[in-house]
């Protein structure tokens, strides 16, 4: 089940300028900062009372968000959706027709993993579905 919108993503030509001006304009600030060097890019979530956007980043000349970049210039990436049990979404929307860009999870950090819906899929749009482990609310 879908819980809420995760995340906006944007691609960026450069996150710092993205982040002061965010962070000036909004309220924004840092909450994540990630690097993956072996696909060219590095993820930087800014958030402001609920609201998050990733902002993506092509470090290097080659990669996913490189090519990105240079077929459409920066803007929105992705749609992030939180949901509540990622293998079952996968199973329903495989069910409903929807073309997943892999067949299994990528583990992202330690308590979060995604799959993409194709755009094709969803209206031109590449959506990721997120699963993020919530923290053991017993024993603190």
């Given amino acids: 089940m879908i819980k809420k919108i995760d995340h906006i993503g944007i691609v960026v030509k450069n996150t710092e300028e993205l982040v002061e001006l965010f962070s000036r304009l909004f309220g924004f600030r840092v909450t994540e900062s990630l690097t993956f060097p072996e696909q060219?890019?590095?993820?930087?979530?800014?958030?402001?009372?609920?609201?998050?956007?990733?902002?993506?980043?092509?470090?290097?000349?080659?990669?996913?968000?490189?090519?990105?970049?240079?077929?459409r210039g920066p803007g929105l990436h992705h749609i992030s959706l939180q949901v509540d049990n990622l293998e079952q979404e996968m199973k329903v929307l495989k069910a409903k027709g929807a073309q997943l860009l892999g067949e299994e999870p990528q583990q992202i950090t330690e308590s979060s993993k995604v799959i993409f819906a194709h755009p094709s899929s969803a209206g031109g749009i590449l959506v990721e579905l997120i699963y993020r482990e919530q923290p053991d609310k017993q024993g603190g």
């Fill in 40 to 71: 060219g890019f590095k993820s930087t979530l800014i958030s402001q009372e609920g609201a998050t956007i990733e902002l993506i980043e092509p470090i290097g000349p080659t990669g996913i968000i490189q090519r990105f970049m240079e077929k």
